[in-house]
């Protein structure tokens, strides 16, 4: 645990984290404050069932740790929030959609089945924070309905039984190369299934979970431990026709993010693996994959380059393997890209990269037919949601040619651009990363 005059220097990072991620907040008069992927006027405002969740994890941390963080009040706030907007956006089918608008329209574009693990895991957070607490929770009846309809939601139309595993068209990268049973989709749906087994044991006094639904846990636990391993390391994926996808991908890093890091060894060797492979020569950090542009499931948004959320989870994984100096180097590497006020972009390219994709895929049609490819879209999507998308798309762009690039001479492509600054789930992950370096997150056993 850090000492005293540590703990006060954790407290000024954490509270200037939170105050960026209350910036990508905007007012509800039913709800309070909604978190959104970016500030209102920015490339995605939002509501991410999928960023929102990765956020609640760290929330629960700050509002329930004993240290009394300082960011805990705004933390739990912003937890109960989003579980009752959650709550209500619950859809009558008994699943959540990829994004909503502040009034709880559905604005999804995606197949983007983790949701339905990223809504139970918000839910829940916030009950197991409420509960350890000891704060009233007058909706809890209907939390726990929601919980266990979306628990058989799941079960009954994403999960495979043969394989057992669930299924996913598109997850995390919203795009086609995740088509079949990926590592990142798996392992949330263990987390949420795990998040409620908890709930049923400390509030569930009147078993409105079903029972069958919790023991299946166990009999997940298996199989997403084991069938995501090749050769002493994590695989990303299983395709459709049960082809290893052993490419690399931050996704690797999802056993030890979720916390199920039975193999310790394994992940090692896996993030040896994605750290060398996915490393940006230019710019330093990690890519989220290898950006092989003439593959149609890959898609670069604004040029590719390192993505700083999930550089900041590399981070958290060498902290908690005890290697101090590998994570501060990282973080460091995170520090010199900030702006003025200390906020974090979503990812950064070269210039020359952003130039290039300017004019060979957005001007072309080629990123259109990327992002919209008609197997990855929801059935029957409304066509105005594809114009709004496109119009969003076409702003940030525009903005980021316009105000986003920091020209270096120094760089053999002439300097660089950042794209979607601040990003929530960016400060998120540095947040956690400080908690995990100062010992107040779990740490890999060896």
Known sequence: MPQMQDLDKLNTDLNHHMEVILRCTAPSEKYGRLLLATPPESRYPYVYPRDSACAVQLFRRLAGSRLGYDAGKPAFELMRSMALFLKDVFSAEGAWGQRYSLDGEDKGIYK???NAAHGIAIIS??????????????????????????LGYARRNLYHPELNLFRSTTSIHESAMEEGYTCWVNFSFLYAFSLADEVSRKLDSGKAIRSGYLSFRKHLLYSVSELFMSGHRYVRRIDPHGQIDSRPDFTLLSPFYYGFLHYWNEMGASVAFLEKQLWDPELGMIMRYLPFAQDFSTHVHAGNGPWLQYTAVLAQFHFANGNRARGDELLAMIDSHRREKGEIPEHLSTCRRFEEFMEKEWKTGIDFAKEFHKPILLDNIDFDKILEETNNMARAYQRTGAKCIFRDDDMADGGYIQFATPLMWSHVEYARALLVRAGDWWKVKK
């Open 112 to 114: 983007q089945e983790d």
């Open 125 to 150: 957070n916030y009950l197991l924070t409420a509960h350890r607490l000891g704060k009233e929770i007058p909706e809890l009846p209907e939390f726990l309905d929601v919980l266990n309809r979306g």
